[in-house]
């Protein structure tokens, strides 16, 4: 949510974080690997030195890092688990440097993929993807919404091609914590409108007194380094708060998976260790 001019611009610098993070996983990490991805590395092409970063270092971002593979894992599997069941539709909101259509599309042949994000770092996404051999041509389906201007998502992705009768799954990551309520309202509302039988997933941030109390210095430093940067986070969520918000916008079910549960699910029985933060969770919803 990095803000900057939308005419020019590469990534995000938190979808670059993110990238880089899934593939110092596979450097730093104990095997076997919860994620694998390399290629948003590929995508990113930082420049040398990127280990060296501050937000790199292995022991210090283990947790954060853990989070970014945990809720990574768990969208994947939902959406190739919906995808056996006949879904062919999937919606990322705020896409970034996400490599699912270029890894693991091919599992659910007939998938559609439509990604949403800001013009500039999509277009720069789609070149780069071009850059490395890739056919952007049909699949993901490439949806630019400037969020900052109001722009309605939703009447843009249906012109993209989406089919707002058909079952789809959603997801959106990493987004909650940097809209107002209102404007977290008015996502959860938009995406209640997909087909009955549509699953979303969507990760929030618990307010810093539930956080682990070895995480909050982490924390903390993290919300401030987000003001600094001009994209502070405003909205956090206990996990009443999330599902009381998700019934209030019409879905018929709605589960809080929380950070203990995706440690047991993805992290049981490591050798190194590593379980995601306990300061970001998921609300799994259905229509």
């Known amino acids: 949510m990095q803000k900057s ?26 095997p076997p690997p919860v994620l694998l ?11 040398d030195g990127w280990r060296r970063r501050p937000d790199m270092d292995p022991m210090a971002t283990r947790r954060a890092r853990a989070s970014i593979l945990g809720r990574a894992r768990f969208i994947e599997e939902t959406i190739l688990s919906q995808a056996a069941q006949g879904v062919d ?13 270029q890894r693991r599309a091919f599992e659910a042949p007939g998938l559609r993929v ?6 500039g770092p999509q277009a720069w996404k789609q070149k780069r993807l071009r850059d490395l051999g890739f056919d952007v041509s049909r699949n993901p389906v490439f949806v630019p919404v400037d969020f900052e201007s109001g722009e309605r998502w939703w009447d843009k992705l249906v ?10 799954v959603a997801a959106a990551t990493g987004l909650t914590m940097y809209l107002s309520m209102e404007a977290n309202r008015a996502l959860l509302t938009a995406v209640a409108r997909l087909a009955p039988g549509s699953t979303a997933v969507f990760s929030f ?33 206990t996990p009443a708060d999330t599902l009381a918000l998700a019934k209030e916008a019409g879905f ?8 203990s549960e995706l440690a047991r699910k993805y992290f049981a029985g490591r050798a190194d260790g590593l379980r995601p933060s306990s300061s970001e969770e998921l609300l799994v919803v259905k229509t």
Request: charged share 25%; hydrophobic share 45%; aromatic share 6%.
């Open 5 to 30: 001019n939308p005419a020019a611009e590469g990534p995000e610098i938190t979808a670059v974080r993110v990238a880089l993070w899934r593939a110092l996983h596979l450097e730093v990490d104990a």
């Open 37 to 47: 991805d390399d290629l948003g590395l590929r995508l990113a092409a930082p420049p």
């Open 89 to 101: 539709q999937y919606v990322l909101l705020g896409a970034g440097l996400d490599t699912f259509a």
């Open 114 to 119: 439509f990604e949403i994000d800001r013009p």
């Open 159 to 168: 012109t993209a091609g989406f089919d707002p009768a058909r079952p789809a």
């Open 205 to 237: 941030m618990v307010p810093v007194k539930l956080v682990d109390e070895e995480e909050r210095p982490l924390r903390l430093v993290s919300e401030r380094g987000a003001r600094a940067a001009g994209t502070p986070m405003v909205s956090f969520f």
């Open 252 to 259: 018929k079910t709605c589960l809080h998976v929380s950070s």
